[in-house]
C-alpha cells in the first residue's frame, strides 16, 4: 500500500478563511481566528494523518495555514508576506482560498500570482458556500475561476460548516507523491503551547477591541512555568500608543481584566491544567515599523533565544 505525503500551503486574501479551514481538517484550535482582516501573522503547521483504509490512500499532510496575502509597506506586513514565502518554497500542493460571496479583487490576484509562481499545482477552494442563498451560483463561479488559471481542482467548501472537508482531504492525499511521515503520529503542530497562549490573549484583544487597536497589538509571553497543578504565565500586550493602552486597560482595568479571564480559559483549556495569568499593557511607539521588534516577535526566533531545554 502506497502512503502518500507532504507540504500543502493555505493561501489566500486577508479574512478568506484559512486558519478556519486549518483548524476544521485537523479538528483542533491550531490558529485563532477572527472577523478582522490579517488575524494570523505567522505560518502554522497543522498535521494530519490518514489511516489506511479500503479504498482510500494513506498518508500525512502537513498543512501550513499563512497570513493573508496583502501589498503592505510596513514592517510588520513585509514580514507577515516572508512568512506567506516561506511557506510556499518547497510545497507540494498550494490551496488558494477564495471567499465565493466576495468579488475577487487584486488581493486575489496577488494570491493567484503568487500561487503560479513556482509551477506548483493549484487547488482553487471556493470557501463559504455556506452563505450562498442559491447554489446554482456556484456554477457561473466555477466557470469564471477557470478561466484564470490550470487549476488541479475546484473544490467548492464550508470551512466553517465543515461541507465538502472530506472530498477535499481525499482529492489532497491523491495529489501528493509517494514520500515518508514526515512527523510522528501523534503530533499535530511545531508550535510551542507557549506561542499558542499568546495567539489565545490576542485573540482575546481581537474580539474585544476595534478599529486600529487590534491591528496596533502583539503579545508576547515572558514567562511560561509547567508546574504539576498550575501553568503560570506571565504576557506583556504591546501596543503603539498612550491611548491604545488606556483602551486596553479599560475603566479601573475592566478591559483588561475580562480580556485576562476569557483568555485564560480558553488556555486552561488547552493546556487541561489550571493557568495562572498575568497580563502588561506596554507601549512601543510604532513598533510594527521597526524592523527589529517585529523580528523579535517570531516565535521561532524567541525559541532560539530561550534558555534551557526546549519548551513543549
Ligand atoms: N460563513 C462562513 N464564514 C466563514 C467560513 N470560513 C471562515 N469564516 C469566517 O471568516 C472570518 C475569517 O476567518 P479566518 O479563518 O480568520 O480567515 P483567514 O483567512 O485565516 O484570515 P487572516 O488570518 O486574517 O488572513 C471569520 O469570521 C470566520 O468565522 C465559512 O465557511 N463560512
Ligand atoms: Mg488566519
Not at 493573508?68 to 498550494?94: D, F, N, P, Q, T
Not at 513598533?287 to 516577535?297: G, K, T
Request: net charge positive; charged share 25%; proline share 6%.
Amino acid at each position: 500500500m502506497s502512503f502518500h505525503s507532504g507540504f500543502v500551503c493555505i493561501l489566500g486574501r486577508p479574512n478568506a478563511g484559512k486558519s478556519t479551514l486549518l483548524n476544521a481538517l485537523v479538528g483542533e484550535k491550531l490558529a485563532i481566528i477572527s472577523p478582522k482582516p490579517q488575524t494570523t501573522r505567522n505560518r502554522i503547521l497543522g498535521i494530519i494523518n490518514i489511516p489506511p483504509q479500503k479504498g482510500r490512500e494513506a498518508g500525512q499532510i502537513v498543512l501550513i495555514d499563512t497570513p493573508g496575502v496583502h501589498r503592505s509597506g510596513s514592517s510588520l506586513g513585509r514580514k507577515m508576506m516572508a512568512e506567506v514565502r516561506e511557506a510556499l518554497e518547497g510545497c507540494e500542493l498550494i490551496l488558494l482560498i477564495v471567499d465565493a460571496k466576495r468579488k475577487w479583487d487584486s488581493d486575489d490576484a496577488f494570491g493567484l500570482d503568487l500561487a503560479k509562481k513556482g509551477g506548483t499545482p493549484v487547488f482553487l477552494l471556493l470557501n463559504k458556500i455556506d452563505l450562498l442563498a442559491d447554489k446554482r451560483d456556484l456554477l457561473p463561479l466555477i466557470a469564471q475561476f477557470q478561466s484564470l488559471h490550470d487549476f488541479k481542482e475546484i473544490v467548492p467548501i464550508s470551512a466553517l460548516k465543515k461541507k465538502g472537508l472530506d472530498e477535499l482531504l481525499q482529492c489532497v492525499v491523491k495529489a501528493l507523491p509517494n514520500g515518508p511521515r514526515y512527523f510522528p503520529e501523534d503530533q499535530i503542530t511545531d508550535q510551542p503551547v507557549r506561542f499558542m497562549a499568546a495567539e489565545l490573549i490576542r485573540e482575546h484583544v481581537l474580539m474585544q477591541t476595534h478599529e486600529e487597536v487590534p491591528h496596533a497589538v502583539s503579545v508576547v509571553v515572558e514567562q511560561f512555568e509547567e508546574g504539576p497543578k498550575l501553568v503560570r504565565i506571565a504576557a506583556v500586550i504591546y501596543c503603539e500608543r498612550d491611548g491604545q493602552k488606556a483602551i486596553l486597560l479599560g475603566k479601573g482595568g475592566q478591559m483588561l481584566k475580562k480580556i485576562g479571564t476569557s483568555a485564560r480559559l480558553d488556555i486552561e483549556k488547552m493546556v487541561r491544567t489550571k493557568v495562572f495569568l498575568e497580563l502588561f499593557v506596554k507601549v512601543q511607539p510604532g513598533w510594527r515599523d521597526s524592523r527589529q521588534f517585529v523580528e523579535e516577535l517570531d516565535w521561532r526566533r524567541q525559541l532560539e533565544s530561550i534558555a534551557g531545554p526546549p519548551q513543549k
